[in-house]
């Protein structure tokens, strides 16, 4: 088993940055990739960026792709989202993932399992 632990998350103006840190532990030899999603009020978990564990080419959403950058440290478990030119759509729960064996960097949230609790992350217009 895996465990994941989000934080970095805040209030912040539009056109601001923040990073987020995802940290793993428990079973990590076991991690194929990880991947960062967000749920906003009454709207459906959407995909942002997701990495393999040992190297590749990440991937992204459209809507975040040139101003989110996904990146891992293997030496300390942790996978971090630098979010940069934020702006008020960007207003979610932030969670991230790791992706269910074989599965690859998919955008679908049913192939990544063990979850973290969240970090909520505010812009302000």
């Known amino acids: 088993q895996v465990q994941l632990v989000e934080s970095g998350g805040g209030l912040v103006q539009a056109g601001g940055s923040l990073t987020l840190s995802c940290v793993a532990s428990g079973q990590t030899y076991s991690i194929h990739g990880v991947g960062w999603f967000r749920q906003a009020p009454e709207k459906e978990r959407e995909f942002v960026a997701a990495?393999?564990?040992?190297?590749?080419?990440?991937r992204y959403a459209e809507s975040v792709e040139g101003r989110f950058t996904i990146s891992r440290n293997i030496a300390v478990n942790t996978v971090y989202l630098q979010m940069s030119s934020l702006k008020p759509e960007d207003t979610a729960v932030y969670f991230c993932?790791?992706?269910?064996?074989?599965?690859?960097?998919?955008?679908?949230?049913?192939?990544?399992?063990?979850w973290g609790q969240g970090t909520q992350v505010t812009v302000s217009a």
């Open positions: 990495i393999s564990w040992t190297g590749g080419s990440p």
């Open positions: 993932a790791t992706t269910k064996p074989y599965h690859g960097l998919t955008r679908g949230h049913n192939n990544y399992e063990n």
